[in-house]
């Protein structure tokens, strides 16, 4: 929870530096680049922390919920991100329930979970056929990823064994798993 709140007032401070002009006045290159330096001198964390606060501007339940420590920072960016895909047919209402059901969900389910809980949720407001074309491209992009990590390394042990390690699919890790367990 601690962690949370703490990331919800970098998140404030994020918003701040977007309304003034701090970034100038610094000298920085970039507003990620200046709360980079605030956090032991990375920019990377600086720019997640700037993109989350810009997603957070049309979430504001959500904002409230990491403020408040009810969900993590990383809750909070897919929530975010999900509402964010919600076509603009969309009432305010409708918006309004969608950020409340993905609140509730948060407190019970994964990142991975909560994300698919998201996808079915935009899902809702789609035709059919575009929820089809949806899931299929993000099934084989999911996949297009897997297999482009993949990747396999071996060393003999010179005992009779061999120590290795792999990144593969899931579906590809299932198997790999059966197949050992027996």
Not at 36 to 50: S, V
Not at 99 to 128: S, V
């Amino acid at each position: 929870r601690l962690e949370a709140r703490i990331k919800a007032q970098q998140v404030f401070a994020s918003r701040a530096l977007t309304e003034s002009d701090a970034v100038k006045k610094a000298g920085a290159t970039s507003q990620g680049g200046l709360l980079g330096d605030d956090f032991d001198h990375n920019r990377g964390e600086g720019d997640r922390t700037n993109r989350l606060a810009n997603k957070l501007k049309e979430a504001t339940l959500t904002e409230t919920a990491l403020a408040d420590g009810h969900i993590s920072a990383r809750q909070a960016d897919i929530i975010a991100s999900k509402l964010a895909q919600l076509p603009a047919t969309v009432s305010p209402v409708q918006r309004l329930r969608c950020e409340r059901e993905l609140l509730h969900a948060a407190k019970t389910l994964n990142p991975k979970d909560l994300a698919r809980r998201g996808d079915r949720i935009t899902d809702q407001f789609k035709p059919r056929k575009d929820v089809d074309e949806d899931e299929n491209t993000r099934v084989q992009n999911r996949e297009r990823r897997a297999r482009a990590l993949a990747k396999l390394w071996m060393r003999d042990n010179n005992d009779g064994t061999v120590t290795g390690g792999f990144t593969v699919p899931e579906l590809e890790g299932s198997m790999l798993k059966h197949a050992l367990e027996g």
